[in-house]
């Protein structure tokens, strides 16, 4: 994602400023009688415009700081790669020369070895000799002439023949040290460079563990935001007709609000989220949706109410997971092998157990039915998210290179990298072995912090089918949601999103006018701020194309079914005016000051006047 312009900003600022200095109205007109209270109107609307402005900026410069680190880290893990693999490369290098020598000295060796044997052999075969002609029979032969002169030369041979035979000996004992000290040497040397062979395998398997992380940290989090962008834009928004400039300005809300797409480790409030209406008079209009944020899958605060109303674990995981088994809980589910191990991003190989109790996605005080159902759904995400069924045992995945490896944050689900509270811990030692399955495979079993009173498919957020994840009403026999006030209570049950959500009335009609405005106008649906069309301009083009503009908007008249808003009304002095409510929420995000967004599809409105 490309950032804003940096001289953006100055330049409309000048304009804004120039304008103001020269008395000319944004439409054209001559500044007349004008008084006080209006100077400082145009006063505070321009500092709020610079504020949004400069708040976006901050967003989408974020957004590419964020993205710049992890190109850094990418680049930096590739250089530590390419320097262990020129290493490892020398050491094979070496490892084979010095192979080579060791074989060389081996042949030597036994050769001296051979010689040696040849020699100690005669060495044995004259001490036998000497000692044989050492006996003497008699005296007499000792001391007879024709035996002594003879005597004396045999004498004399064998002590030549002894310290021949002695130096040879200590020659060859010599020869046979210094070959063993030799080959000892080589050996521990061999020793050596293999043992560095072996830390320089782990350095390469390392740095390409680390590029794997990295380019898959890189494609989640972009990833990640395309999907948020595509929540804010809703089905019905074609994401790839979008200008780049629409792209940032969604993007920079889908980072503004990525930072949490579940409970979490600890529970969020009501007012830790709100944000109050304006305190000055004035007539205010805010957009609210229920849940948050992609409403698939099991909803965790509804997950909570209903182990409120006492729902079993298999009760909360057949309520939001369709035609599944779940092994452990159900009789015919049979039984899902677990690997040992798993492969975590930043941590290698840890015990699943342990991963598991570190997992940090609900918060330990809610009740043990709600941990449980928690503990089996992250269980099965991750061995849906590492592939482990298509492998045929644990060996066969701890062995694969390619191993896929998980994430630790909201991208997959959030680990801690220590176990929690004993209470989780607890949760995950009961549920260990059950595991949610789809025709024998874990599922992808996906999971939000508020549905709102009812969950969406796959199929309707993302387009992609699912059968296990269908939407469902989510609430009790007497119509309370399970995650709204009356169970869970969820913060995010019903809320509206952004740093300044309440507008202005001429905001408010604004935007419904823009939502007017033909498809074929849809990259003129920013604000003016960000490239778009100003309000005037989208009254004029309404007028161009035959198309009536609301002027005094008095309500909004909105229909609700179970799971999203069907119809939308504006009710105006000039008429009403029928829209499509999920074209005006396309349009809201697009043109919506700073991070307001309107984020599911089941939005409502409130006014203060």
Same mark, same amino acid.
């Given at each position: 994602?490309?950032?804003?312009?940096?001289?953006?900003?100055?330049?409309?600022?000048?304009?804004?400023?120039?304008?103001?200095?020269?008395?000319?109205?944004?439409?054209?007109?001559?500044?007349?009688?004008?008084?006080?209270?209006?100077?400082?109107?145009?006063?505070?609307?321009?500092?709020?415009?610079?504020?949004?402005?400069?708040?976006?900026?901050?967003?989408?410069?974020?957004?590419?700081?964020?993205?710049?680190?992890?190109?850094?880290?990418?680049?930096?893990?590739?250089?530590?790669?390419?320097?262990?693999?020129?290493?490892?490369?020398?050491?094979?290098?070496?490892?084979?020369?010095?192979?080579?020598?060791?074989?060389?000295?081996?042949?030597?060796?036994?050769?001296?070895?051979?010689?040696?044997?040849?020699?100690?052999?005669?060495?044995?075969?004259?001490?036998?000799?000497?000692?044989?002609?050492?006996?003497?029979?008699?005296?007499?032969?000792?001391?007879?002439?024709?035996?002594?002169?003879?005597?004396?030369?045999?004498?004399?041979?064998?002590?030549?023949?002894?310290?021949?035979?002695?130096?040879?000996?200590?020659?060859?004992?010599?020869?046979?040290?210094?070959?063993?000290?030799?080959?000892?040497?080589?050996?521990?040397?061999?020793?050596?460079?293999?043992?560095?062979?072996?830390? *320089?395998?782990?350095?390469? !398997? %390392?740095?390409? @563990?680390?590029? =794997? /992380?990295?380019? $898959?940290?890189? #494609? +989640?989090?972009?990833?990640?935001?395309?999907?948020?962008?595509?929540?804010?834009?809703?089905?019905?928004?074609? *994401?790839?007709?979008?200008? !780049? %400039?629409?792209? @940032?300005?969604? =993007? /920079?809300?889908? $980072?503004?609000? #990525? +930072?949490?797409?579940?409970?979490?480790?600890?529970?969020?409030?009501?007012?830790?989220?709100?944000?109050?209406?304006?305190?000055?008079?004035?007539?205010?209009?805010?957009?609210?949706?229920?849940?948050?944020?992609?409403?698939?899958?099991?909803?965790?605060?509804?997950?909570?109410?209903?182990?409120?109303?006492?729902?079993?674990?298999?009760?909360?995981?057949?309520?939001?997971?369709?035609?599944?088994?779940?092994?452990?809980?159900?009789?015919?589910?049979?039984?899902?092998?677990?690997?040992?191990?798993?492969?975590?991003?930043?941590?290698?190989?840890?015990?699943?157990?342990?991963?598991?109790?570190?997992?940090?996605?609900?918060?330990?005080?809610?009740?043990?039915?709600?941990?449980?159902?928690?503990?089996?759904?992250?269980?099965?995400?991750?061995?849906?998210?590492?592939?482990?069924?298509?492998?045929?045992?644990?060996?066969?995945?701890?062995?694969?290179?390619?191993?896929?490896?998980?994430?630790?944050?909201?991208?997959?689900?959030?680990?801690?990298?220590?176990?929690?509270?004993?209470?989780?811990?607890?949760?995950?030692?009961?549920?260990?072995?059950?595991?949610?399955?789809?025709?024998?495979?874990?599922?992808?079993?996906?999971?939000?912090?508020?549905?709102?009173?009812?969950?969406?498919?796959?199929?309707?957020?993302?387009?992609?089918?699912?059968?296990?994840?269908?939407?469902?009403?989510?609430?009790?026999?007497?119509?309370?949601?399970?995650?709204?006030?009356?169970?869970?209570?969820?913060?995010?049950?019903?809320?509206?999103?952004?740093?300044?959500?309440?507008?202005?009335?001429?905001?408010?009609?604004?935007?419904?006018?823009?939502?007017?405005?033909?498809?074929?106008?849809?990259?003129?649906?920013?604000?003016?701020?960000?490239?778009?069309?100003?309000?005037?301009?989208?009254?004029?083009?309404?007028?161009?194309?035959?198309?009536?503009?609301?002027?005094?908007?008095?309500?909004?008249?909105?229909?609700?079914?179970?799971?999203?808003?069907?119809?939308?009304?504006?009710?105006?002095?000039?008429?009403?005016?029928?829209?499509?409510?999920?074209?005006?929420?396309?349009?809201?995000?697009?043109?919506?000051?700073?991070?307001?967004?309107?984020?599911?599809?089941?939005?409502?409105?409130?006014?203060?006047?």
């Amino acid at each position: 994602m490309r950032s804003k312009n940096s001289n953006t900003l100055p330049r409309i600022l000048s304009i804004i400023l120039t304008i103001l200095l020269l008395g000319v109205s944004l439409d054209g007109s001559i500044f007349q009688g004008v008084s006080a209270d209006e100077l400082d109107q145009t006063r505070q609307e321009k500092e709020q415009k610079e504020k949004e402005l400069t708040e976006q900026q901050k967003q989408l410069e974020a957004k590419k700081a964020e993205e710049g680190t992890l190109a850094g880290q990418y680049q930096s893990y590739a250089g530590q790669l390419e320097q262990a693999e020129k290493l490892l490369e020398e050491k094979i290098a070496a490892i084979a020369a010095r192979q080579a020598e060791l074989k060389k000295l081996e042949q030597e060796m036994q050769m001296r070895e051979t010689e040696l044997a040849a020699k100690q052999a005669l060495i044995e075969q004259r001490i036998r000799s000497l000692y044989k002609k050492s006996y003497t029979p008699s005296i007499v032969t000792f001391f007879s002439n024709d035996k002594l002169s003879s005597l004396a030369e045999d004498y004399t041979y064998r002590t030549v023949i002894l310290k021949e035979d002695k130096k040879t000996a200590i020659g060859l004992g010599e020869m046979i040290l210094a070959i063993g000290k030799e080959r000892e040497e080589n050996e521990t040397l061999k020793a050596s460079l293999e043992k560095e062979k072996e830390t *320089l395998d782990l350095d390469v !398997q %390392k740095a390409k @563990e680390q590029i =794997a /992380a990295s380019q $898959a940290q890189i #494609a +989640a989090n972009r990833n990640t935001q395309l999907q948020l962008v595509q929540q804010l834009v809703g089905l019905q928004g074609a *994401l790839a007709s979008l200008t !780049q %400039k629409e792209q @940032e300005i969604l =993007a /920079a809300k889908a $980072a503004a609000a #990525a +930072a949490q797409n579940t409970v979490g480790n600890n529970e969020q409030t009501w007012l830790s989220i709100s944000t109050p209406a304006p305190g000055n008079s004035g007539n205010y209009f805010s957009f609210w949706t229920y849940g948050y944020p992609h409403r698939v899958g099991m909803n965790q605060y509804g997950a909570y109410g209903r182990a409120l109303a006492g729902q079993t674990t298999g009760e909360i995981l057949h309520a939001y997971y369709n035609a599944v088994t779940v092994t452990g809980i159900d009789p015919d589910a049979g039984s899902f092998e677990e690997p040992t191990e798993i492969k975590v991003d930043g941590y290698g190989w840890i015990s699943f157990p342990d991963y598991l109790k570190g997992i940090g996605e609900m918060p330990s005080s809610w009740p043990k039915e709600a941990l449980k159902a928690q503990a089996i759904a992250s269980r099965t995400y991750a061995l849906n998210y590492i592939n482990y069924a298509s492998y045929q045992n644990y060996d066969a995945y701890r062995n694969d290179p390619n191993a896929r490896s998980i994430c630790t944050d909201q991208r997959c689900q959030v680990y801690l990298g220590h176990p929690k509270e004993a209470a989780w811990q607890m949760a995950v030692d009961d549920s260990a072995g059950m595991v949610i399955l789809s025709g024998g495979v874990p599922i992808t079993a996906w999971y939000a912090s508020t549905a709102g009173g009812a969950t969406l498919s796959s199929q309707e957020v993302w387009g992609g089918y699912r059968s296990y994840v269908l939407g469902i009403v989510d609430t009790d026999s007497q119509g309370q949601a399970y995650d709204g006030p009356f169970w869970g209570d969820s913060p995010w049950f019903h809320k509206a999103w952004g740093d300044n959500p309440w507008l202005s009335k001429e905001q408010t009609v604004d935007l419904v006018n823009a939502a007017l405005l033909p498809q074929s106008y849809n990259q003129n649906l920013p604000s003016a701020e960000n490239g778009g069309f100003s309000a005037e301009k989208v009254v004029e083009t309404l007028n161009t194309e035959g198309i009536q503009a609301v002027f005094d908007m008095q309500s909004i008249s909105l229909e609700i079914n179970a799971k999203q808003t069907v119809s939308m009304v504006v009710v105006s002095s000039n008429g009403n005016f029928t829209l499509d409510p999920q074209r005006f929420r396309f349009v809201f995000n697009l043109r919506s000051p700073g991070t307001d967004a309107i984020w599911t599809t089941n939005l409502t409105w409130k006014q203060i006047k």
